[in-house]
């Protein structure tokens, strides 16, 4: 079966320095993974996602993710965090045509 | 990206009474999907809506309780009966426009249950 693991249910950064959300996931055959960003009392946003080809992906607001097929990790990474980066982000993954998502991780990014 | 509108976007309501929501998108969808967002928790999947036929539900949520009508690629309704505070959650539509495509969401709709 399917599944997503966030371990960190919190990440805290200084605004201005390299930031990191962890996923690893567990699937069968090629997996389709995504990641999506949660703002207070708003919907879910996409961010970017992995279906094949480059390793790195690039998604909206200047993130991206690094698929390593080794380690079944899909990390989040953005070179320099804002403030307004500041939310709840989920990562996912694709099985039988649904979304199965990890807990969410909440990234705090103090000034 | 999609254009997805749900209404009511919040509501507050009595135990016992029910609430149904709709989901609206610009164009036509190959699916759609109903999640439940409990407090401080993760989605999870309700069910499929299905075109002109009864929606797929997941294990755990049952057409008594979450009854969804589909009629027609843009338009879906997702009713919560019998209402509890355990049914306090926000309820996001969400939709993919071509199988294998990325899934969107819409902005959600906020029920509290008094």
């Known amino acids: 079966a399917q599944s997503v693991a966030q371990p960190e249910d919190q990440v805290n950064v200084a605004e201005g320095n390299p930031l990191t959300v962890k996923c690893t996931y567990s699937v069968s055959g090629n997996p389709y993974l995504f990641w999506y960003v949660q703002y207070p009392n708003r919907g879910l946003q996409f961010l970017l996602k992995?279906?094949?080809?480059?390793?790195l992906v690039k998604g909206s607001y200047g993130f991206e993710a690094e698929f390593n097929k080794s380690q079944t990790s899909f990390h989040l990474k953005k070179p320099s965090a804002l403030v307004s980066d500041s939310a709840l982000y989920f990562c996912?993954?694709?099985?039988?045509?649904?979304?199965?998502f990890g807990a969410g991780t909440r990234l705090a990014v103090h000034p | 990206s999609a254009v997805i509108s749900q209404k009511p976007s919040r509501d507050i309501c009595q135990r016992g009474t029910s609430l149904t929501i709709q989901c609206q998108v610009d164009s036509q969808v190959t699916m759609m999907f109903w999640y439940r967002q409990q407090p401080g928790q993760s989605l999870t999947l309700i069910a499929t809506?299905?075109?002109?036929?009864?929606?797929?539900?997941e294990s755990g949520f049952v057409i008594d309780k979450f009854p969804i009508s589909r009629p027609n690629l843009t338009f879906s309704t997702l009713t919560v009966s019998n209402l509890s505070p355990e049914d306090s959650s926000i309820y996001l539509c969400?939709?993919?426009?071509?199988?294998?495509?990325?899934?969107?969401f819409g902005p959600g709709t906020r029920l509290l249950v008094l």
């Open positions: 992995y279906i094949t080809g480059d390793n």
């Open positions: 809506a299905n075109q002109g036929s009864e929606a797929t539900y």
């Open positions: 969400s939709v993919v426009y071509r199988v294998g495509e990325t899934q969107y």
């Open positions: 996912a993954v694709r099985g039988q045509n649904k979304l199965i």
